[in-house]
């Protein structure tokens, strides 16, 4: 729980959000204006969303290949952006957002990837952002992320994921993408994407096979490593965080196997085993007795 | 002229909208911040919220009764109170928010959606949203997509009916979650009470929870809403000839809501109904045509 500020911090608080206001520059988050036509970039932190702004930026705009510097300009997330810039965007307008269900968000893509990967992305994440210190054993941090201690307000793994797979699972203006699909395939993946766009009147884009290389070789880990050398003090995402440890880490699929002991894994798949058997990720420890009720409880309107 | 008359109020709105944001004077709604301990008593709009925060209210506060003039001090609504006036309230909040992760003790509310509809309809007249001779007909197919926008009545980023219902139902696991039915209220609301207060850990003995039902009863609520109806936010304001406790009774939809309707609302939210035990008509409708054949 925060410390209640003194008064003087109060007033300089409230004298810097007027100024916001004054200049329409309040970052929009959970407020932001939404129009019927918007397609928003939904996943829980971690989980290949910003790759995924590149992939895609790559291949709306392949003339301006995407960097750190125009990302925010082409699909801006919300969390950092005005409503106001945002508003003057181009429609249908790509925004990025890390909501659990929104159900005024008209379409959605949802990026999801295995929780033991993002348990040790988040980790890193939150070194580099000093919300941990240095050396702090990942083994302790497994059960904060458990609860959804960093970021309360886009619940835990399993409020994120689980909430949207129930209520849009089946909508055809809902599209789950795997991060772990979109390493193996991307060529794949992306069709999928793109054919989703399109049905969600979105200019054509160039889907050939040579389009989509070009944008997945403008978006590989390591020429986004090399931006991020660049750039990283201009983006809003890394700007005032830690130089030393980079926003574009491995970029990998399955490092938990190695990296997570034991005792976190079981902690990870007792938790969330129900959810993460549905999305297809085999558990290496004992099977939770909890079957998916909420999922098999709940279905879809008929 | 009149632009310059529309530029100006259009400043002065701004600059009230400036004062407002800056000092934290806006309804707190989603931006609510959270604290542990919070308790929630959620549901749809139309669905009993009211009639349970005076429930609980007068089973915890056995000086004086919840009135209109009272209940949102003593069981504030998010969408009447600054984020920063809510710190200084008790945290028994009343919300229409779909699922929200940060929320850890949910009281949920559900009633039958037929009645839910000529519920809002009845409201969004009393509010003036809707003209005396607005059809019902042309009101229900906007609320169920859940479209309707209206800011007191129903909101986009609230869902529709099933989305609300359905996100809360899912996602009540890991947290503490009571469901209560409207019509089980009705049925028996001294004994959905104790359910209430067994959740909340409230002493309850039957005198206290009888006397708590009766100081809820929809007769009394009725004779504060006449005397008070100017001093209560979701009142003031609105047409003073309707009601805002209406019949708090089930099964009015049978009467009121025209058959296309009923079979419009069945069929797009038939599966979760059944889950909560609401009787659909289409159903019965099939098990007379199979003993016919």
């Given amino acids: ?302 | 002229m009149n632009n310059t008359l529309r530029r100006i109020s259009g400043l002065i709105q701004h600059a009230g909208k400036i004062i407002d944001v800056a000092f934290d004077r806006s309804p707190a709604g989603r931006n609510l911040t959270v604290l542990p301990g919070d308790i929630f008593i959620v549901s749809y709009p139309k669905s009993g919220n009211t009639w349970t925060r005076f429930l609980i209210g007068n089973l915890i506060y056995q000086d004086t009764p919840i009135t209109f003039a009272n209940v949102e001090s003593r069981l504030p609504s998010l969408y009447v109170h600054s984020d920063r006036a809510l710190r200084k309230l008790p945290r028994i909040l009343k919300s229409h928010d779909c699922f929200d992760p940060r929320y850890r003790t949910v009281i949920y509310i559900v009633r039958d959606p037929r009645d839910v509809v000529v519920s809002a309809y009845h409201y969004a007249v009393k509010l003036g949203i809707l003209p005396n001779n607005h059809g019902m007909e042309e009101f229900v197919p906007r609320l169920l997509d859940g479209s309707f926008d209206s800011g007191l009545l129903v909101n986009p980023r609230w869902g529709s009916w099933y989305d609300h219902v359905a996100s809360w139902l899912a996602m009540q696991h890991n947290r503490k979650f009571l469901l209560l039915r409207y019509e089980d209220m009705l049925d028996d609301p001294q004994r959905e009470l104790a359910k209430v207060a067994d959740f909340l850990q409230l002493e309850a003995s039957p005198e206290r929870l009888a006397r708590a039902v009766q100081l809820s009863s929809a007769d009394h609520m009725r004779e504060l809403e006449k005397k008070q109806a100017a001093e209560w936010s979701l009142t003031k304001n609105t047409r003073p000839d309707m009601a805002f406790v209406r019949q708090a009774k089930q099964g009015s939809w049978k009467s009121e809501l025209p058959r296309r309707a009923v079979a419009d609302i069945e069929s797009t939210w038939g599966s979760l109904m059944r889950k909560l035990g609401y009787v659909l008509v289409m159903d019965a409708d099939a098990d007379r045509e199979l003993i016919r054949h």
């Fill in chain 1, 1 to 302: 729980m925060p410390s209640s500020p003194n008064s003087f911090d109060r007033i300089l608080g409230a004298l810097a959000q007027a100024g916001r206001v004054l200049a329409g520059r309040q970052i929009a988050g959970r407020g932001v204006t939404v129009f019927p036509d918007d397609i928003f970039l939904v996943s829980y932190p971690r989980s290949g969303n910003t790759w995924m702004r590149f992939l895609l930026a790559n291949l709306i705009y392949p003339n301006q290949p995407a960097t750190f510097s125009n990302i925010e300009s082409r699909i801006p997330e919300i969390y950092f952006n005005p409503d106001r810039f945002m508003r003057q965007f181009p429609r249908p307008r790509l925004l990025k957002s890390h909501e659990c269900f929104q159900p005024h968000y008209p379409r959605v893509i949802y990026l999801v990837r295995d929780p033991r990967d993002v348990a040790i992305s988040f980790y890193h994440h939150h070194v580099k952002a000093r919300n941990l210190p240095d050396g702090y054993p990942l083994v302790d941090f497994v059960p904060r992320f458990l609860v959804g201690e960093f970021d309360p307000k886009f619940g835990s793994w399993r409020d994120n994921v689980l909430s949207w797979t129930v209520l849009r699972g089946s909508n055809p203006a809902f599209l789950q993408i795997r991060y772990e699909d979109l390493q193996r395939d991307p060529v794949h993946e992306l069709a999928k994407v793109v054919e989703f766009l399109e049905r969600s009147s979105f200019p054509k884009i160039d889907s050939s096979t040579e389009a989509f290389e070009r944008a997945i070789a403008l978006s590989s880990p390591e020429r986004m490593r090399a931006l991020e050398q660049k750039e990283a003090g201009t983006w809003v995402l890394t700007k005032g965080t830690r130089k030393d440890k980079p926003f574009v880490r491995s970029a990998t699929v399955g490092g938990w196997k190695s990296q997570l002991a034991p005792e976190s894994i079981v902690a990870i798949e007792s938790a969330w085993g129900d959810v993460m058997q549905n999305l297809g990720y085999g558990l290496v420890s004992t099977p939770s007795p909890t079957a998916v009720e909420a999922i098999s409880q709940s279905g879809s309107p008929s």
